[in-house]
């Protein structure tokens, strides 16, 4: 039998490519949108803090995306974070190219501790106590 199905390669898997932008710009984003201001607030501290250089942003929809790469495709090591103004909770996905896949959804005053995890076990970056 001769298999017609072409060969994917791992590249497939990866996603679409994602176009980073400036802390401030993806701010502007959630600005004048009453539901969204816990995100906006997020986003600023972000922006705001010491490693805000060494992380990449783009917005999807109403979630951000982050990376530790300035080009990434949405299944690299990406983190997906969203708002949901209807809970008031904050999701944090991080998803992997190796499937080791991590989730959790807290409070909004527990999101900028929730971060801060993320980013030191997924990406090895560690900065100070500001909070969101």
Known sequence: MIDI?????SE???GYAVRTQPWLEIAKRYRGVAEFTPMLR????ISASPVSAQLFGAPSMFDLLVSDCADFRV?????HISYRPSHGTF????HSF?????EKTCAESEAWET?????????????GR???
């Not at 199905?5 to 390669?9: A, D, F, L, Y």
């Not at 997020?42 to 501290?45: I, P, Q, R, T």
């Not at 999701?91 to 991080?94: D, L």
């Not at 190796?98 to 991590?102: A, K, L, M, T, V």
């Open 5 to 9: 199905t072409p060969k994917r390669s």
């Open 98 to 102: 190796s499937g080791h896949d991590d």
């Open 42 to 45: 997020f986003v600023e501290a």
């Open 91 to 94: 999701t944090f996905r991080h």
């Open 75 to 79: 299944g690299d090591s990406t983190l």
């Open 130 to 132: 500001t909070a969101a």
């Open 115 to 127: 971060f801060r995890l993320f980013v030191r076990l997924k990406y090895g970056l560690l900065f």
């Open 12 to 14: 497939a898997h990866r």
